[in-house]
């Protein structure tokens, strides 16, 4: 059984900082990771996603992956409160047909 | 991306009755999905819904609960039969991207209560 780990927060960041979200997860067979944001009441938005080890970057946003660690993370640069949301990592590895989620983490931004 | 409406956007209904949730895209795609988001968790993977062929279930979901229809490549449904008070959920429908890079894009999802 695939088991993507995500620590549940509230992580509070004030206004301006960066903001860094960690997911863990247990098959090592996984291919590629994704970072969705979800607002309250909203379906998940797809931020990024990633494949290979070390670090992506779009806009203020960066994933990095390291598969030997089996660990993906995202950072958020100056922080906004409109960044304020769960962001829920999912992993896949099976061409698409095995995705699964964590359990996501909920980010607040201080202003 | 793809663009996704579920129908209907939310709905209370009774138990021991059945809600058939439409799920309508404005592309052909190869591979749709249905998921669960109990209130307060992430999703769960239902099932993978492929035009042609039946769908297939994850651990804890069966075809008699949750029977799908995938009748083309633009529309699915899924229907939550003999409902309970613990079916109330958001529904969600995803379909993949095209670039052969697997991500999926979600509906707006159907907010179920079941009384």
């Known amino acids: 059984q695939k088991e993507v780990e995500q620590n549940s927060g509230p992580l509070s960041v004030p206004e301006g900082a960066i903001a860094s979200l960690n997911c863990t997860y247990s098959?090592?067979?996984?291919?590629?990771f994704f970072w969705y944001r979800q607002y309250s009441g909203k379906s998940p938005e797809l931020i990024m996603f990633?494949?290979?080890?070390g670090d992506k970057e779009d806009g203020r946003f960066t994933a990095q992956l390291n598969k030997a660690s089996q660990y993906v993370s995202l950072l958020i640069r100056d922080s906004q409160p409109s960044d304020s949301a769960t962001y829920l990592c999912?992993?896949?590895?099976?061409?698409?047909?095995?995705?699964?989620f964590g359990p996501g983490t909920r980010l607040s931004v201080l202003p | 991306s793809a663009v996704i409406s579920q129908k209907p956007s939310r709905d209370i209904c009774q138990r021991g009755t059945s809600l058939t949730i439409q799920c309508q895209v404005d592309?052909?795609?190869?591979?749709m999905f249905w998921y669960r988001q109990q209130p307060g968790q992430s999703l769960t993977l239902i099932a993978t819904?492929?035009?042609?062929?039946?769908?297939?279930?994850e651990s804890g979901f069966v075809i008699d609960k949750f029977p799908i229809s995938r009748p083309n490549l633009t529309f699915s449904t899924l229907t939550v039969s003999n409902m309970s008070p613990e079916d109330s959920s958001i529904y969600l429908c995803?379909?993949?991207?095209?670039?052969?890079?697997?991500?999926?894009?979600f509906g707006p999802g159907t907010r179920l209560t079941v009384t």
């Open positions: 819904a492929n035009q042609g062929s039946e769908a297939t279930y």
């Open positions: 999912a992993v896949e590895g099976n061409y698409g047909q095995n995705f699964v």
């Open positions: 990633i494949y290979s080890n």
């Open positions: 592309s052909q795609v190869t591979m």
């Open positions: 995803s379909v993949e991207g095209t670039g052969g890079t697997y991500e999926q894009y």
């Open positions: 098959d090592r067979g996984s291919q590629s």
